[in-house]
């Protein structure tokens, strides 16, 4: 049974930053493609970052890029997000998700991602 555990979220302010993780019971850990999705207030669940096996490859979603950085420890079977510049329309629930996946391709689309997590919330006031 794979389990992700994300915490970090919580209240920021508008230009500040907040880093999230998602610890991930899971053997082979580095085998997982991880990303990051979230779900603001009213809205449908978006990608936000993922990352590679290695953590060589990653990708962002043209909302957070240049201010987030998704990295990831696979000896503490651990994944980040940092995000700085915060703005109001980055709050949302944030959900760390991971993909088994053998070539460590990427993947922005949420079908692609077996197991969740619960989600951690943010909240960014201006």
């Known amino acids: 049974q794979v389990q992700l555990v994300e915490s970090g979220g919580g209240l920021g302010q508008a230009g500040g930053s907040l880093r999230l993780s998602c610890v991930v019971s899971?053997?082979?850990?580095?085998?997982?493609?991880m990303g990051w999705f979230r779900q603001g207030p009213g809205k449908e669940r978006e990608f936000v970052a993922a990352?590679?096996?290695?953590?060589?490859?990653?990708d962002y979603a043209d909302s957070v890029k240049g201010r987030s950085t998704i990295s990831r420890d696979n000896a503490e079977n651990t994944v980040y997000l940092q995000m700085n510049s915060l703005k109001p329309e980055d709050t949302a629930l944030y959900y760390c998700?991971?993909?088994?996946?053998?070539?460590?391709?990427?993947?922005?689309?949420?079908?692609?991602?077996?197991?969740w997590g619960q989600g951690t919330q943010v909240t960014v006031s201006s």
């Open positions: 899971v053997d082979s850990f580095s085998r997982y493609v």
């Open positions: 990352i590679s096996w290695s953590g060589t490859n990653t």
């Open positions: 998700a991971a993909r088994y996946n053998l070539l460590g391709v990427l993947s922005r689309s949420e079908s692609e991602y077996r197991y």
